[in-house]
């Protein structure tokens, strides 16, 4: 797949299933399918999704938080079968742009400290790690590395 072919778009609520489908397949702990339809009515929430303009499949998703100057990442994911091919980089560089335009002036993470995959992308975009959350995750009970990135 080649970039010009990803579509990042405002969710909707038939996206939903899509998105839920993509939570199942990537996490060990998913969301219950209610709180995606939550995200799609709150006003601080920005919710996105990765479309292939060619199929119109929903291969990934943003759900990031703006409350003034601070931006919280909740969560993001792409589906397997397209992942390393640029979905996530789009649906990320997104949020920076979203960010720059918002005067957000910092914005924070959570990632299990194993997912050694997305470190590697938030290190890509210069997030640092500025902290851990001792048992942060359940299911499986793990720590927390917390990743910043200041704008200012
Ligand atoms: C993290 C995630 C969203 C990245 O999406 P993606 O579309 O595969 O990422 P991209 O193809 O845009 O990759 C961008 C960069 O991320 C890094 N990266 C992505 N996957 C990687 C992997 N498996 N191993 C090491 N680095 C990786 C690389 O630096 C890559 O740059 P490169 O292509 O120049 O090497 C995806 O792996 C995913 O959905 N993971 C499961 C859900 C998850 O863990 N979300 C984060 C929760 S905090």
């Given at each position: 797949m080649i970039n010009e072919n990803i579509h990042i778009r405002k969710a909707r609520p038939g996206d939903i299933d899509a998105v839920f489908y993509i939570k199942q397949e990537q996490f060990s702990n998913p969301w219950?399918?209610?709180?995606?339809y939550d995200e799609l009515d709150h006003d601080i929430a920005f919710f996105y999704v990765a479309e292939d303009t060619a199929s119109k499949e929903?291969?990934?998703?943003?759900?990031?938080?703006?409350?003034?100057?601070?931006?919280?990442?909740?969560d993001i994911a792409v589906i397997e079968k397209y992942k390393k091919k640029g979905a996530g980089s789009r649906l990320l560089e997104f949020?920076?742009?979203?960010?720059?335009?918002?005067?957000?002036?910092?914005?924070?993470?959570?990632?299990?400290?194993?997912n050694t995959a997305a470190i590697a992308f938030y290190e890509k975009y210069h997030f640092k790690k500025?902290?851990?959350r001792k048992d942060?995750?359940?299911?499986?009970?793990?720590?927390?590395?917390?990743y910043a990135l200041f704008l200012k």
């Open positions: 219950k399918k209610q709180l995606f929903i291969i990934g998703y943003i759900i990031f938080w703006i409350i003034r100057e601070t931006l919280e990442l909740h949020m920076l742009e979203t960010a720059r335009t918002r005067q957000v002036e910092e914005m924070f993470l959570e990632v299990r400290q194993s500025i902290d851990m942060y995750y359940t299911g499986p009970v793990e720590d927390a590395a917390v």
